[in-house]
T-cell receptor, first 110, second 113 residues
Framework: QQQVKQSPQSLIVQKGGIPIINCAYE??????FPWYQQFPGKGPALLIA?????SEKKEGRFTISFNKSAKQFSLHIMDSQPGDSATYFC?????????FGAGTRLTVKP | ETGVTQSPTHLIKTRGQQVTLRCSSQ?????VSWYQQALGQGPQFIFQ???????GRGNFPPRFSGLQFPNYSSELNVNALELDDSALYLC????????????FGAGTRLSVL
């Protein structure tokens, strides 16, 4: 029961590029949309999150764009670095349920 | 590091056996959520425990059960293991029953042979 669809599955960019990862959700009861970063052998770590009352949120090099009517949101990574190479997951949650996308493996080449 | 610790880090079981995984939450957090992450997939929500009671459950059968203790640590129990139960099991802790800011442990890798 996939309630959050994430694309692309993998992404390769050059250092300094701006990778964009997209997600779409189905359940309009979701009210919190986080992005997680996961390195091999580690658990996911919260990167940035947004609520549906705003259309954009920026923290450092990471920006979330949110389109409530389309039920879509995306992550942009400005000035990407090789250290950003990881798997990124979008998620959507309400009070006591969280659904993750399938993940995007990002590779930033030096 | 998040302060969420899970044990063991790796485990090998055979089909039909039972397994118990353990999680110590971050100091001050009273809610624990468990997730199953199959290889190459995103985590799937199993259930959440808040104040020692189950407070939400994903699409997992009853053979997946849990406990939360007064010190907020938690256990995930899986009975009658199946091959498809092979996965990374993640525990995450948060404050109150919201999942707004939750911190994940490094997980337990379970292999069912």
């Amino acid at each position: 029961q996939q309630q959050v669809k994430q694309s692309p599955q993998s992404l390769i960019v050059q250092k300094g590029g701006i990778p964009i990862i997209n997600c779409a959700y189905e359940n309009t009861a979701f009210d919190y949309f986080p992005w997680y970063q996961q390195f091999p052998g580690k658990g996911p770590a919260l990167l940035i999150a947004i609520r549906p009352d705003v259309s954009e949120k920026k923290e450092g090099r990471f920006t979330i764009s949110f389109n409530k009517s389309a039920k879509q949101f995306s992550l942009h990574i400005m000035d990407s670095q090789p250290g950003d190479s990881a798997t990124y997951f979008c998620a959507a949650s309400n009070n006591n349920d969280m659904r993750f996308g399938a993940g995007t493996r990002l590779t930033v080449k030096p | 590091e998040t302060g969420v610790t899970q044990s063991p880090t790796h485990l090998i079981k055979t089909r039909g056996q039972q397994v118990t995984l353990r999680c110590s939450s971050q100091s001050g957090h009273n809610t624990v959520s468990w997730y199953q992450q199959a290889l190459g997939q995103g985590p799937q929500f199993i259930f959440q425990y808040y104040r020692e009671e189950e407070n939400g459950r994903g699409n997992f059968p009853p053979r997946f059960s849990g406990l939360q203790f007064p010190n907020y640590s938690s256990e995930l129990n899986v009975n009658a293991l199946e091959l498809d139960d092979s996965a990374l099991y993640l525990c995450a802790s948060s404050f109150a029953s919201r999942l707004d800011i939750q911190y994940f442990g490094a997980g337990t890798r379970l292999s069912v042979l």
